[in-house]
T-cell receptor
């Protein structure tokens, strides 16, 4: 059984650019959630995808968007990057093999916006 | 007021000490409670998972939930330098699709 993987590990962008982050869910998991973790803070929920559709969203603007693919992998897209978007972006998955509340996290992608 | 409050620390203890980490929350609908351990520049790792009130023990770790006080705790016995990390509490309610996290407590165990 493979865990949650994310790519890239690190990314540096400039203000106004667009970025795409990728996540492969743990084997058997069909639900993926994305979280933003600013330095010194706990993760904040961005949105969740289930069966390729958005299934809940946190307090993030529309320039944060996502996709889920038939193999349950997912992308997070952020347009018009702002300095405050600098953070660790975490992907978490769960599904039929675990309780809906036992979310397993990937290692994260550290995004720096200059 | 945040839904989940957690003392950010930092907390430093000598090796072998008993560590107590705590969170309070305001939403009485929360029923599922978790503790995650996060090493520097890594993703959170699920450590303990508890449903409703009560205690749960796993090796050196004990999680306690007191729903009447809206208070949860994680105890680490015989702490080791490898326990040095940030500990995040998280919780959610039935039907919710996201976790609500505390800010995390940074723990250092000194050899």
């Amino acid at each position: 059984e493979t865990g949650v993987t994310q790519s890239p590990t690190h990314l540096i962008k400039t203000r106004g650019q667009q970025v795409t982050l990728r996540c492969s869910s743990q084997s058997g998991h069909n639900t993926v959630s994305w979280y933003q973790q600013a330095l010194g803070q706990g993760p904040q929920f961005i949105f969740q995808y289930y069966r390729e559709e958005e299934n809940g969203r946190g307090n993030f603007p529309p320039r944060f968007s996502g996709l889920q693919f038939p193999n349950y992998s997912s992308e997070l897209n952020v347009n018009a990057l702002e300095l405050d978007d600098s953070a660790l972006y975490l992907c978490a998955s769960y599904g039929a093999t675990s309780g809906g509340d036992e979310q397993f996290f990937g290692p994260g992608t550290r995004l720096t916006v200059l | 007021q945040k839904e989940v409050e957690q003392d950010p620390g930092p907390l430093s203890v000598p090796e072998g000490a008993i560590v107590s980490l705590n969170c309070t929350y305001s939403n009485s609908a929360f029923q599922y409670f978790m503790w995650y351990r996060q090493y520097s520049r890594k993703g959170p790792e699920l450590l303990m998972y508890t449903y409703s009130s009560g205690n749960k023990e796993d090796g050196r770790f004990t999680a306690q939930v007191d729903k009447s006080s809206k208070y949860i705790s994680l105890f680490i016995r015989d702490s080791q330098p490898s326990d040095s990390a940030t500990y995040l509490c998280a919780m959610t309610r039935t039907g919710a699709n996201n976790l609500f996290f505390g800010t995390g407590t940074r723990l250092t165990v000194i050899p």
